[in-house]
Nanobody
Framework: QVQLVESGGGLVQAGGSLRLSCAAS????????MGWFRQDPGKERESVAS????????YYADSVKGRFTISRDNAKNTMYLQMVSLKSEDTAVYYC???????????WGQGTQVTVSS
């Protein structure tokens, strides 16, 4: 099992920036890919971005392309999400998650709130 702890959320004005971090511990050797997800009350959970833990291959949802950048530091077992040009519709609880090569996203963090005021 991998333990994940997010940090970096907060309140920001529209057009502002935030950087989220996700620190992984435990069976980090089993990580194949990590991702950021978000969920606003009353809405379905949305996949925001993901990154291959070894090859760095990235994926972005259309809604965040050009504004969000996902990265990782393998030495620190930490993943990041740099968010710029934030919009009110980016308001949500952001979760990081990890998956192995054969299983889905089974390990999740506790979430960090991002609120963008317009």
């Amino acid at each position: 099992q991998v333990q994940l702890v997010e940090s970096g959320g907060g309140l920001v004005q529209a057009g502002g920036s935030l950087r989220l971090s996700c620190a992984a511990s435990g069976r980090t050797f089993s990580i194949y890919r990590m991702g950021w997800f978000r969920q606003d009350p009353g809405k379905e959970r949305e996949s925001v971005a993901s990154i291959g833990w070894s090859d760095g291959n990235t994926y972005y949802a259309d809604s965040v392309k050009g504004r969000f950048t996902i990265s990782r530091d393998n030495a620190k077992n930490t993943m990041y999400l740099q968010m710029v040009s934030l919009k009110s519709e980016d308001t949500a609880v952001y979760y990081c998650a990890a998956r192995t090569r054969t299983l889905g996203y089974n390990d999740w963090g506790q979430g960090t709130q991002v609120t963008v005021s317009s």
